[in-house]
């Protein structure tokens, strides 16, 4: 039997989603919770890979099992076990799924939210949760910016040296940006993205807002094909995978 | 010349407002910092106690120096100081006030926050933020019973054993439940407040809200004047200083 399972993670102190030999990942402790459990070595796929401190809201994995239990039991043994290693963990959704089920190539779509705390002081508890701009932004020049990069287009610009995408061409369904107080958020859809894609998104928008470009530099940055054109990667803590839809 | 801050800490790792022998306070760490760069042992006092874990969003507090510098430059050194300790907590603004203005004897209000997660599953990220609470809460209930506790009444069933007010008579000014999908939220408002008034409100309202109590059993818990009869202290994770008012 497959099951699809659903995971909140706090990235502050993981090396990511994936196993890593030198450290922790999110990966490591749900396979380890998973065989503490089913009492076999468990493999769990994940949707995909998030960078040491992203976070995740709805990251989802599947993984396959002959042992038969209730899924809200599942749920329990797999928060149980997570609870006694300490990890900053939580399987917040177990579903039975068709054998054909994978997370990651039957997905059809990733929502990623951004969060940016835009104020002169920085924030004790929005520290490793947030990125913290001390310098005002401007939300309507960022909101006008983002409207070039939406659709179909080469994202060479926006894309890490160590992507290893086939291709750099992706479409971008979604990317809206809205402020509430102190807190400017993108929320950020499209089937996949390259390796930093977001966070590319997200520090040159700031660089929008913060007057150093211009919002129509991103369709020059976004034609250039150059990664060198385009602004800096914001910080990992600001990222969260919000869903993968199927 | 004296100052008044607003002051951001996530209390996890402190032992509450107040310096102690043992262990980290948010008024240790503004006084270190405080000391660092007005160059003298300066005492900063603060609106009010908060409890080991507790946290806050606009604690106040006051302090006098002879020095003078421009209001931006101290929350700036505050927070300079403050990040080379890596303590958190955070000076989110600085005024100055006239010399009678006294963080605690000043305020005519206190407005605290409290956060319920309401789900099956634990967080990762809201760990140590909210109170999980797995069983499904009756917030229309909640909401019933918390309207006995409006107004000026003997909270003595609310009190905790340590607590060193004269009286327990108070006026809780507020006290709003509002749920947002998986959080609930408590709003309550009074000029002052016992110790743990707060977490045993919503402690035994928790009661109200998983089936244990009836929101009439909250009028009798209150008329009865015996802190034996209400419902347990709610966790300090959840409950935030939100904002004095003066």
């Known amino acids: 039997m497959r099951y699809k399972i659903t995971v909140e993670y706090d990235g502050t102190k993981l090396l990511g989603w994936q196993k890593q030999l030198d450290g922790p990942s999110a990966q490591e402790y749900l396979e380890k919770a998973a065989e503490a459990f089913l009492c076999r070595p468990t493999?769990?796929?994940?949707?995909?890979?998030?960078?040491?401190?992203?976070?995740?809201?709805?990251?989802?994995?599947?993984?396959?099992?002959?042992?038969?239990?209730?899924?809200?039991?599942?749920?329990?043994?797999?928060?149980?076990?997570?609870?006694?290693?300490?990890?900053?963990?939580?399987?917040?959704?177990?579903?039975?799924?068709?054998?054909?089920?994978?997370?990651?190539?039957?997905?059809?779509?990733?929502?990623?939210?951004?969060?940016?705390?835009?104020?002169?002081?920085?924030?004790?508890?929005?520290?490793?949760?947030?990125?913290?701009?001390?310098?005002?932004?401007?939300?309507?020049?960022?909101?006008?910016?983002?409207?070039?990069?939406?659709?179909?287009?080469?994202?060479?610009?926006?894309?890490?040296?160590?992507?290893?995408?086939?291709?750099?061409?992706?479409?971008?369904d979604k990317l809206e940006i809205s402020q509430n107080g102190e807190e400017i958020r993108f929320c950020v859809e499209a089937r996949s993205f390259l390796h930093h894609q977001v966070r590319n998104f997200v520090g040159t928008l700031k660089m929008v807002g913060d007057g150093h470009l211009q919002p129509n530099d991103v369709k020059r940055i976004l034609d250039a094909k150059d990664r060198s054109q385009a602004g800096i990667t914001a910080p990992a803590c600001g990222l969260y995978l919000n869903r993968v839809m199927y």
């Not at 040491?52 to 809200?72: I, N, R, W, Y």
């Not at 006008?144 to 971008?172: I, M, W």
């Open 43 to 172: 493999e769990i796929s994940g949707a995909g890979r998030t960078d040491a401190g992203v976070h995740a809201l709805g990251q989802v994995a599947h993984f396959d099992t002959e042992k038969k239990m209730p899924l809200f039991r599942m749920r329990e043994a797999f928060n149980a076990h997570l609870k006694i290693m300490e990890a900053p963990v939580a399987v917040i959704n177990v579903e039975e799924v068709s054998p054909d089920f994978h997370a990651r190539f039957s997905a059809v779509g990733r929502g990623y939210i951004y969060r940016i705390l835009n104020r002169r002081a920085p924030s004790a508890l929005d520290k490793d949760r947030s990125w913290w701009v001390p310098v005002p932004l401007d939300v309507s020049k960022m909101q006008e910016a983002a409207q070039y990069l939406l659709g179909n287009h080469d994202f060479t610009s926006f894309r890490a040296a160590a992507c290893q995408a086939k291709s750099p061409v992706k479409t971008l």
